[in-house]
Nanobody, 115 residues
Framework: QVQLAESGGGLVQAGGSLRLSCVGF????????MGWYRQSPGKERELVARISRGGITNYADSVKGRFTISRDNAKNMMYLQMNSLKPEDTAIYYC?????????WGQGTQVTVSS
C-alpha cells in the first residue's frame, strides 16, 4: 500500500536551502517513476524533478542547477535538495509516485521563500 508523506518544507530567505523528504512508497519494485511537483496559487501543478526506476533524472528548466532529486533505496525515501531558493519557488510541493501503473500523491508541504 502506498501512502506518501512529505516533510521538510518551511519558510526560508532567498538564497537559502531546504531539503524535502518523501516516505511511504515502499520498495521501488514496480515503481516506474517518482518525483516532485509544485503548485502556486492561481497556477497549475508543474513538474519540478523526476527520477526513473533506473535513476535517470529530469528537471524543470527553472530549477536546473539549483535542485537535486535523489533516492535512498535502502531507506525507501526520496529527497529534493533545494539550493539558491528564489521567491518564485514558493509553492506547495507534492511527492509523486507511479507504481504498478497507478499514480499516488502526497498531501504536500509548503515552501515559502521570502525576498
Amino acid at each position: 500500500q502506498v501512502q506518501l508523506a512529505e516533510s521538510g518544507g518551511g519558510l526560508v530567505q532567498a538564497g537559502g536551502s531546504l531539503r524535502l523528504s518523501c516516505v511511504g512508497f515502499g520498495s521501488i519494485f514496480s515503481i516506474n517513476s517518482m518525483g516532485w511537483y509544485r503548485q502556486s496559487p492561481g497556477k497549475e501543478r508543474e513538474l519540478v524533478a523526476r527520477i526513473s526506476r533506473g535513476g535517470i533524472t529530469n528537471y524543470a528548466d527553472s530549477v536546473k542547477g539549483r535542485f537535486t532529486i535523489s533516492r535512498d533505496n535502502a531507506k525507501n525515501m526520496m529527497y529534493l535538495q533545494m539550493n539558491s531558493l528564489k521567491p518564485e519557488d514558493t509553492a506547495i510541493y507534492y511527492c509523486y509516485v507511479n507504481k504498478a501503473l497507478r499514480d499516488y500523491w502526497g498531501q504536500g508541504t509548503q515552501v515559502t521563500v521570502s525576498s
